[in-house]
């Protein structure tokens, strides 16, 4: 079955057929109505592909993360999922940290095979990043390269909110264990905590390690030599394994030591363990880097601003007690 035999059974013409089937808001109720019983009569489904092939594209969006290990990635691929689908595309996920030579020859090849990249690749050479985008069109997120869109969750800021309140209450010593080596987004959330440091608190750096679990249980003992009284871990899944370590050892926190993680999604707030997170909204920011996306693709020019930041809000717990 064609599309000129469901206009034929419903008495309208092909466009207005085709105008009920691809931008329904267009014809009217009744007319829409008449063409969708024509085609459920007939059993006829709209091709996607030759749609899309008809319009010069493939109709489909890459999602690129580094790794499924880290749980800021899991939200980022569900709000960009959401936004494609709400700008009727279709989204693939691809794990890519973009780093050897044959994982930046499979992501040129993905260019050839989609429209368009979300992309989170926080170690990939910033010259590589700016060639595949001379391909197709692309938002970093948590990355930002001059000349490219992105969207970012503005944690730099919230972490020196963060390190502002815990030297007003006293700490002369903190501890930050960095991310994955090379992270873009690991160095400014050092320079931030650093800065709101200053001259009145050390700061201590561990690291850089994974961004999971078993990073905070083999960070434990490094910790407690440190003698810092308050620590900041670049993710909650490392803050989760630095609690269940410091548990066994007899520390507690916060009463021993205060823990803060640069967001909370491993386990929601974290509440009821006694950790300092920033509140990170990174299903928000997947679906802002999506819909920046679509709109690159719908006009064919870059966003204004090019850099989007994502408000990252700071959750105290507990009174801040003086170290």
Known sequence: MTLADVAALAGVSKATASRAMNQ??????????????????????????????????????????????????TPIIQG?????????????????????????????RLADQVDGFVLASPRSSGTFLRS??????????????????SVIADTPKALSGLVS???????T???????????WMDGRRFRAIEAAAGDSCDVVVLGPVPPVFRSGVALARELAATRATAVIVYASAIALGLLFALEREGVAVPGDLTVASADDLAV?????????????????????????????????????????????PLHWPHAEPAP
């Open 173 to 183: 010593r903190i501890a930050y264990v960095g991310g994955p080596e090379g992270s």
């Open 132 to 149: 595949l985008a001379e391909r197709k069109p692309l938002v970093t997120v948590d990355r930002q390269i001059e000349g490219l869109p």
């Open 268 to 312: 929601g707030l974290l509440e009821g363990l006694g950790v300092t997170a920033l509140h990170v909204d990174a299903d928000r920011v997947g679906e802002t880097a999506m819909s920046t996306l679509l709109a690159m693709l719908s006009t064919g020019s870059a966003p204004a601003p090019l850099h989007q930041r994502v408000a990252v």
């Open 80 to 108: 960009a999922q959401r936004a494609a689908e709400a700008g009727d595309l279709h989204a693939t996920v691809a794990v890519l940290p973009g780093e050897t030579e044959a994982e930046r020859e499979r992501l040129m």
């Open 165 to 171: 309140g815990l030297v007003a209450a006293g700490h």
């Open 24 to 73: 329904p808001q267009l014809v009217a109720p009744a007319t829409r109505r008449r063409v969708e019983e024509a085609a459920a009569t007939l059993g006829f489904s709209v091709n996607r592909a030759a749609r899309a092939l008809a319009k010069g594209s493939t109709g489909l969006v890459s999602i690129v993360v580094p790794t499924l290990e880290n749980t800021f990635f």
